[in-house]
């Protein structure tokens, strides 16, 4: 075994080297952190000769984990890492919850519900309610009960918290806790858990049960926990009784990486973990592998101007690189435009691969612009975020059979095939079923059981036997066949595939190619080696493969050696590195967004969001915002966003981004943005020749992305006493005062109703349209 301790700088070497007691790593963007963590487990296990199945280490994509135990294999040189508990919080509590489902009332078999899955019962639940859709609709309803979750609130908890009751009653949904309640009874008579429930349940499971918590303490003798800061309640306090009896605890994470609060994880886990434990190892990972020197100093001015976070300064050994580039564009389409032509011009100039390419943006909407760009230009691409493959229609068809097999109480997956394909057993026949099910207090698969006591008419009850005997015949199977013996007979008797088959056009054909592709992930299920612990040895049962897919994330599915470009929210970035970056979008309202600057903890995290954004590049870095962009239907005039001021002056090159934006950066340096940018010629311009970009024809004109800069704001000082009036009955002719630009004159009134826009002849700084959802006017006259 080589000596794994002489890969490691100093501070890397002192957290692997402790041992016993609470430690926490801040490990800054690009500093190793993988590696630190992987080589601690490998010191555990190597030099001090723990028991691999003593050792818990929980992170955030099943990704993470395989490459972690990957890593921890090659180190140690053996398969002794097969043993280790690494996986996402979601798949090792899942693990546990099977195996101590008794406890809480589930069986061991219980199907864990997808998103759509979930919404699709408090779809029926609302149904059954009878409450207005206006209010009550299923994602919004999801959320709230997620994030009750999140927070270990159940459904008595809720009802009878009067401030959430408040909120919810302010909000014209005050049966939001009874939606809970009900939901939560369908998912346990389906013998169902969601994802939140996972953790939720996982919880109850260890506070309730003195048995099982004292059982998992003295397992997990070492607990390792990635991406701490991205933790939320529920997370924590997991974590704090399973880590009660040994406190052998290590959390690594970047609070300046927090930036999912939205998912209820909270920033707070991990700047008072000092305050958790008595006698905390502190150790900062401070040297940044991935990124240029430029890219660095960037990030590092702009994290610096956060208040809350734990103080650390990221460097580098690496070299200068080029200075990041700050793009104007006059709309969002010449946006994609320029980027589209950028990348092309790198792959041809610099030889760099689709794959080494990645544009990030605040929201999804945004992709559209760059989509169009990069097909115009035949440029390959991949979205993240987009429709997974366990997501198509096809691909959960053939999976709800699976998981009725596994699970016949699961009503969700039963509603969804019955009568596919076509079997006799329609909506009025199901209707009747799901009416019986609620009357009787039983499930749906116990009235189907027991059809004929319902007063079917023959056919249908014929058809319904038929379909019970089929399910029942496949259970049998259930412990004698592996998932894909079992699967392939699925797909053979119920007739699925065969419909498929039979579909020869190209979307037929592309859908048979999803079902075959589903086969062989299941083959390559049952010839992979499993965990071999609790009787878990060999374990190729179908109940295995399915709780795997379901807690597969979106870099899960990735295909790293696809050589395509990637585009993605900043959210979805985290984690990731490239080559290239483009960072688009930087506007105020967009980035930061609009919804997130209302006090200072959420403009933090905008700005941890665009921290990450920039330290996803390893070699080149681009900025890009447009003076106009469509959203919501409305042609949006823009300001640039207030990042761009707090950026250091000397590491940008702001020759595409014209002059008289702003004179000073927020940092204090000097931000000459002035003067003769686009001239063809002439001191501090940029030529823009053929020479110069080869995928440009010779043109007298600029090019379209290349734009004059608007006039600087002239200053103003607001009115000693200014207090921002109620704008939503705004009518022309009306005299108002705006903090930035002044005094000025209504001329015109647009836009949506929902989002209206003001358009203001100011005294001193011209026509301007003023977006009355986020700007601050006092009505004069």
């Known amino acids: 075994m080589r000596n794994y301790l002489d890969e490691l700088n100093e501070p890397q070497r002192e957290a692997v080297l402790h041992k016993d007691g609470p430690i926490i790593i801040i490990a800054g963007a690009g500093s190793g952190k993988t590696k630190v963590l992987t080589t601690r487990i490998a010191h555990l296990m190597g030099a001090h000769g723990i028991d691999a199945f003593n050792i818990l280490a929980l992170t955030f994509t099943n990704k993470a984990a395989k490459e972690m135990k990957e890593r921890v294999e090659k180190v140690l040189g053996n398969s002794e890492a097969r043993n280790l508990y690494i996986g996402t919080f979601h798949s090792v509590f899942a693990r546990i919850l099977r195996a101590e489902a008794n406890k809480i009332g589930y069986p061991n078999n219980f199907t864990i519900y997808d998103t759509d899955d979930a919404k699709s019962v408090i779809k029926t639940v609302l149904a059954e309610l009878e409450l207005d859709p206006a209010y009550y609709k299923p994602n919004t309803v999801y959320n709230r009960i997620s994030s009750a979750k999140n927070s270990l609130i159940g459904p008595a908890e809720y009802i009878n918290d009067p401030t959430i009751q408040q909120e919810d009653a302010r909000a014209n949904r005050p049966m939001i806790g009874q939606i809970y309640a009900a939901y939560a009874n369908r998912c346990f008579k389906n013998g169902a858990m969601d994802f939140d429930d996972l953790l939720f349940k996982m919880y109850i499971l260890l506070k309730n049960h003195p048995d099982a918590l004292s059982k998992y303490q003295r397992k997990f003798k070492y607990i390792m926990v990635d991406e701490y800061q991205d933790t939320n309640t529920s997370q924590y306090e997991i974590m704090k009784l399973l880590g009660a009896m040994h406190e052998n605890i290590c959390v690594v994470g970047d609070d300046a990486q927090s930036i999912y609060s939205f998912r209820g994880a909270t920033i707070e886990n991990i700047l008072q973990f000092e305050k958790d434990y008595d006698d905390v190892k502190v150790v900062k990972l401070e040297q940044n592998y991935r990124s240029t020197k430029s890219i660095l100093s960037v990030a590092n001015e702009i994290i610096g101007n956060n208040k809350n976070q734990i103080p650390k300064k990221l460097w580098t050994d690496n070299t200068p690189g080029d200075k990041i580039k700050l793009v104007r564009t006059a709309t969002d389409n010449e946006e994609g435009k320029y980027v589209a032509d950028t990348i092309q011009e790198e792959k041809l100039r610099n030889h ?430």
């Open 352 to 781: 760099y691969f689709n794959k080494e390419f990645a544009i990030l943006y605040r929201t999804n909407a945004q992709s559209r612009a760059y989509e169009e760009s990069l097909r115009r230009m035949n440029i390959a691409y991949r979205i993240y975020g987009g429709l997974s493959f366990y997501q198509r229609k096809e691909v959960k068809d053939f999976i709800a059979y699976l998981r009725l097999v596994v699970n016949p109480q699961d009503e969700e997956a039963l509603k969804r095939i019955i009568n596919y394909p076509t079997r006799g057993i329609g909506k009025t026949s199901m209707d009747r079923a799901v009416l019986a099910a609620n009357e009787n207090n039983i499930t749906l698969w116990e009235v189907l059981t027991s059809a004929a006591t319902f007063g079917y008419k023959a056919g249908t009850l014929e058809a319904i036997n038929n379909f019970v005997l089929m399910i029942k015949m496949f259970q049998s199977e259930l412990q004698k066949k592996n998932a894909y013996d079992l699967a392939i007979i699925v797909g053979k008797s119920t007739g699925i595939v065969k419909e498929l088959f039979n579909d020869k056009t190209t979307e037929g054909l592309a859908r048979y190619e999803n079902t075959q592709e589903l086969l062989n992930s299941i083959k390559e299920f049952t010839e992979t080696p499993m965990n071999e612990e609790d009787g878990e040895v060999g374990d190729k049962s179908l109940g295995s493969y399915l709780q795997q897919i379901t807690l597969l994330t979106d870099t899960d599915n990735d295909k790293e050696d696809a050589d395509s470009v990637k585009l993605m929210t900043i959210h979805a970035a985290k984690g990731l590195e490239f080559s290239c970056v483009f960072v688009g979008g930087l506007e105020e309202t967009l980035f930061p967004n609009a919804m997130s600057i209302n006090t200072r903890e959420e403009l933090e995290e905008e700005r941890r969001l665009f921290y990450v954004a920039i330290t996803r590049a390893k070699k080149k870095l681009w900025l890009t915002y447009a003076n106009a962009r469509y959203r919501f239907g409305q042609l949006q005039q823009n300001e640039p966003s207030r990042f761009i001021d707090e950026m250091p002056g000397d590491f940008i090159d702001r020759s595409f981004a014209g002059g008289g934006i702003r004179n000073q950066g927020g940092n204090g340096h000097s931000n000459n943005w002035g003067g003769g940018a686009f001239d063809k010629t002439g001191a501090g311009g940029t030529s823009y020749k053929t020479a110069d970009n080869p995928f440009k024809k010779e043109e007298k004109s600029r090019p379209a992305y290349l734009i004059p800069a608007r006039p600087q704001a002239k200053e103003h000082t607001p009115t000693a006493d200014f207090a921002a009036s109620d704008t939503s009955n705004l009518q022309p002719g009306q005299k108002v005062e705006h903090q930035k630009f002044g005094f000025g004159d209504v001329i015109k009134m647009e836009g949506a109703a929902h989002n209206p826009i003001a358009t203001v002849q100011f005294e001193l700084n011209g026509e301007k349209k003023i977006m009355l959802n986020y700007a601050k006017l006092r009505i004069v006259e």
